[in-house]
């Protein structure tokens, strides 16, 4: 009996290795590919090949935004027919999706089962996703009007927190006597109410980007704003602005929204003709009627 128990821990302990070894193979796949994919920007390279590097870039940025929406099957394809699947995370995400599904049906069990297979990690992270869920539970029951449950399940699960959460716990604990009043205080209002589970869901992507080195925000919304911040300006929200401005459209003023201006410590004029600078080199010119062009552009039209 004990030779038959050790050979099934030795088993058990071969598919775990060999799941740790597959794991660490596609890892080192991947690095190899987007090393491959940067080594390839500083090699001496031809327009064409700067511009299929440029889409490459582009394509890994939005199936990034798509796989952090919840977009799985489109982000799959796309990364398929541009042939970027090493160069993008869709494991994290498809890995994460039947955690985040069950948040979605306020289902704790995956994301419970998810905390203590990467127990190690989170506990060096500082994540408080597991006493989070511990309390959602516990509130579930309450809730229910299962209140010695409830009772029991925070002397189980919860009481084990008590030195690092304490005043959370407290109030946890202490939201069980608001349970179907009206007159609850807002905090223990916020507490019983569905906009928790959002709060998990949001928590645990936070802790998997955290788990994974990934960014906290899409970085394909990092680069939009970089961009509108630096084309931002109070004349973008004139109503005579020029339609060539990208903010001029309500769309883009929307997703610039709480963006600051950019900093224009000198004025720069544009040519409406030929749509280049006017400078020293290309001196602007007031014609009789009024209008300003650049010389080029005069000596283009007297051509």
Partial sequence: ADLQLLLGSLESLKRRLQDVSKQEQEEASRVEARLRHMEALVRPH???SVIKWNEARIDTLLV???NRAGYLDTAQLIAQEADITQLVDSHVFTDAQEVADALRARNCGPALAWCLANQGRL?????????????QEYLELAKAGRRLEAVQYAQQHL??????????????????????????PPTYQEMLSDSQWDALLDLFFQDLFKLHSMPPCAPLIVHMQAGLSALKTPASYKSDASHADPLSDPAFQTLAKGLPFAKHVHSQ???????SMMDDNNPPIVLPNGYVYSQ????????
Avoid: W
């Fill in 123 to 135: 506990k060096k992270a500082k994540s408080h996703l597991e006493f989070r869920l511990r309390v």
């Fill in 64 to 66: 990034d935004y798509l």
């Fill in 296 to 303: 080029k552009a005069v000596e283009m039209i007297k051509a």
């Fill in 46 to 48: 031809t327009s064409n």
């Fill in 159 to 184: 009481q084990p927190f008590a030195l690092q959460n304490m005043q959370e716990l407290q109030r946890a604990v202490t939201v069980i006597l608001f349970v179907g009043r009206e007159a609850a």
């Fill in 269 to 275: 004029l544009l040519c409406s003709v030929t749509h």
